[in-house]
């Protein structure tokens, strides 16, 4: 009975020991092994699984991620060649990397290398193919002068594109993963001596803190690295140019990429770097200056303009010129809608309009918002849903809306409009200057990394300003922004 319960807490012991053992060899880098490999791929018919008996060598790679030919003539070819005594002459060629840690061998052949096992040794060869579109203007950002190309989903194509606008030892790479199941790479890319290095470990911080399955596009990432994740307005500024992303490099910025997205994101940005365009640097500086300034002014108009009708039609007819009145009252003379009702129902109507040329085919799209905004405007009028001077104004609300360079900046705007035209129906003009006030308290609290939103207006830097508000002649832009806060002030030596 003792001998029994002796063998009996031996063998649970033993048993304990062994688990014990693979969970340390588990989490410990184990040396590579063919039938670890083969384990760690079990039902993945596009793995590939060869032997060559005349040297005991098997390779494993991923066919839809290999060059097939490089592997047959690296590979293939030498390999089935081979005899035994050829085999360590061949791995000791540079071609031929020697894997030590498991981890790190799958993590190649998931990249498309080729894994190679020869008795107790495993070497990798690296010839991956990148399947990418080519180069091509970009959609969203579209510019009349000046460079049209734009980024691609390639992380090693963008970063090329970077490297040949930007011949600089000076430009630094930082390599990142995110994603617990993707583990999609990110860079981080920096000018060492004009990127604040504060700036540039904050940023890292966040993104080594991401815990999440998988990040598909910058604008997603972004979301999950914001100082305020509840606000509508973005943090970070996102682009497809790649002469946007060298100018924030030049500046002092720092910018990262995703692979797999066409888009890069800077930080820290601020909310006036939104309503800039490259266009206004490849113009004279005057038209450059008049195009800003006309942004600010398309900015005011989609905000306000809808809301100031619904605010006058409702509480202030005493505002509307006598000679605009007798019109005005005429046209609302047949509408049964209070103004704030008709408002939402046009604005909603041209939402619908705009969402849907944005998602059909691009000539259908175009028919849509141009066809569908005129017959239904026309239709409405003419039924007495609403008055033609609230199609005026919804229609030059759209029309401003447009005039915004950022997609993101512009669909906040257009849903922050939504807000003001219900304060404006049920508080008047009262309840628009209390939505405008809350509206910058809003701004003057946001952060990105760290560093004022509102820069430079708040805190107020008048240098700045010369590049904000207007576009000042190329001799006159001789610092960088305050915002990034280097050390490397002067961007420019040019005198008149």
Not at 95 to 120: K, P
Not at 305 to 324: C, D, N, R, W
Not at 370 to 375: F, K, L, Q
Request: hydrophobic fraction near 40%; charged fraction near 20%; glycine fraction near 4%.
């Amino acid at each position: 009975m003792n001998n029994s319960q002796h063998n009996s807490e031996s063998n649970q012991q033993q048993v304990d020991n062994e688990l014990l053992h693979s969970d340390n060899n588990e989490n410990s880098n184990s040396a590579p092994s063919l039938q670890q490999i083969l384990s760690s791929f079990e039902q993945c018919i596009d793995l590939v699984h060869q032997s060559f008996q005349n040297n005991h060598v098997d390779i494993v790679y991923l066919v839809h991620l290999t060059d097939k030919q490089e592997l047959f003539r690296e590979v293939i070819n030498p390999l089935s060649l081979a005899n035994e005594a050829d085999i360590e002459r061949l791995f000791s060629e540079n071609l031929y990397q020697e894997a030590t840690d498991s981890e790190f061998l799958i993590n190649e052949v998931l990249d498309g290398s080729t894994a190679i096992f020869h008795r107790q040794r495993a070497y990798y060869i690296k010839n991956n193919k990148c399947e990418t579109r080519s180069i091509d203007k970009s959609e969203t950002e579209t510019v009349i002068t000046g460079p049209h190309e734009s980024f691609v989903e390639s992380a090693s194509t963008n970063l090329s594109i970077i490297r040949r606008r930007v011949k600089s030892s000076k430009l630094k790479t930082i390599k990142l993963q995110v994603g617990e199941v993707t583990k999609t790479d990110v860079y981080i890319l920096y000018i060492d001596g004009i990127a604040n290095m504060d700036y540039l470990q904050e940023f890292i911080k966040r993104i080594e803190l991401i815990e999440i399955d998988a990040v598909h596009d910058s604008n997603m990432l972004i979301q999950l690295i914001d100082d305020v994740p509840n606000s509508l307005f973005p943090l970070f500024l996102t682009t497809e140019r790649t002469d946007t992303a060298v100018s924030k490099l030049v500046c002092g910025r720092i910018i990262g990429i995703l692979d797999g997205s066409p888009s890069i994101f800077s930080a820290p940005s601020a909310f006036f770097e939104f309503f800039s365009s490259p266009d206004d640097y490849y113009q004279r500086w005057i038209i450059g200056t008049s195009t800003r300034l006309l942004r600010l002014v398309a900015l005011c108009i989609t905000l306000t303009f809808t809301a100031l009708y619904v605010s006058t039609t409702t509480f202030h007819y005493e505002m509307i010129p006598e000679a605009l009145l007798l019109t005005l009252t005429e046209s609302r003379s047949k509408v049964p809608f209070p103004p704030l009702y008709e408002a939402l129902l046009m604005e909603v109507t041209i939402e619908l309009l705009r969402e849907a040329g944005a998602r059909l085919p691009t000539k259908i799209g175009q028919t849509i918002g141009i066809v569908g905004g005129i017959v239904i405007g026309q239709a409405a009028v003419q039924a007495g849903l609403t008055s033609n001077v609230l199609i005026i104004a919804v229609a030059s609300s759209a029309i401003a809306s447009f005039v915004i360079p950022s997609y993101v900046m512009s669909a906040s705007i257009r849903l922050i409009r939504f807000g003001l035209i219900i304060l404006a129906g049920t508080l008047g003009d009262l309840g628009i200057a209390i939505g405008i006030t809350y509206l910058i308290i809003h701004l003057s609290g946001l952060t990105s990394l760290n560093t004022s939103y509102l820069t430079p207006v708040a805190p107020t830097n008048f240098k700045d300003w010369l590049d904000v508000l207007i576009r000042a002649p190329f001799w006159a832009l001789k610092s960088r922004p305050s915002q990034v806060n280097t050390s490397n002030k002067i961007k420019s030596r040019q005198k008149k």
